[in-house]
């Protein structure tokens, strides 16, 4: 039988809550909890997690259909694909910090400055259309210890709580984005295919309406 493939973060904050959504929506995920991939026993979906980063990839190359991400991971890797629903979880903002004690108030003010990111697409765009010129520093975890280590002047990323900013003596100065899970779509989805997405979109937002 057809099925459609939905990738959802295989660890880490998404993780949890994309199950948690698709539970709601009445669908029973087989799950072996060390297994890549997973079927539901009630409605032809077949789940497969992946590394949050992969996952703009595997929707343009059509290898899964749909797929649970945040919409900062999607600007940053995905921003030629399309998303069909805000899933109103994991919401977060993608903002610029400094040190406290630093005078620097808005990005303008790390004009020829260091920025340490996970998310080098996402700055660049606003330092583009903001005119500044900045050097950006690629790290993959761990950012905000940039500064601490002389490394950056300044960092972008993730912020929920604001717990980790304010444990390495860091202050918000702009927000860039702000960001919640989404239902991106492959641009290869099949028609049939798409008919069952219809069906998971309306459990979804029947889910989201009873939530409100
Ligand atoms: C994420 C993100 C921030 C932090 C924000 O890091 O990179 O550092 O969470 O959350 P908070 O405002 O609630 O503190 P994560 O812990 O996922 O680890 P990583 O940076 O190593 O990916
Ligand atoms: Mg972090």
Request: proline share 3%; aromatic share 4%; glycine share 8%.
């Amino acid at each position: 039988m057809n099925k459609l493939r939905i990738a959802i973060q295989k660890s880490g904050r998404l993780n949890q809550d994309s199950l948690q959504i698709l539970k709601n929506c009445g669908i029973s995920i087989d799950n072996g909890k060390d297994q890549l991939k997973a079927s539901a026993t009630n409605f032809p979906i077949e789940v497969f997690y992946l590394r949050n980063g992969d996952i703009p990839q595997y929707l343009r190359d059509g290898v899964v259909d749909i797929a649970i991400i945040g919409e900062n991971v999607l600007i940053e890797k995905g921003s030629d694909l399309e998303f069909v629903e805000r899933l109103g979880f994991s919401k977060c903002k993608v903002s610029i910090a400094v040190p406290k004690e630093s005078n620097a108030t808005s990005l303008k003010d790390l004009n020829g400055k260091r920025i340490a990111t996970s998310y080098p697409k996402t700055v660049q765009k606003f330092l583009d259309e903001q005119n500044i010129e900045a050097q950006i520093h690629i790290i993959n975890g761990s950012v905000e210890i940039a500064p601490n280590i002389g490394l950056a002047d300044g960092i972008c990323d993730i912020v929920s709580s604001g717990s980790t900013l304010f444990k390495n003596g860091l202050k918000e100065i702009e927000v860039l984005l702000k960001s919640e899970a989404v239902l991106a779509v492959s641009p290869e989805i099949s028609s049939e295919r798409k008919e069952i997405l219809s069906k998971l979109q309306f459990r979804i937002q029947s889910v989201l309406k009873g939530k409100q």
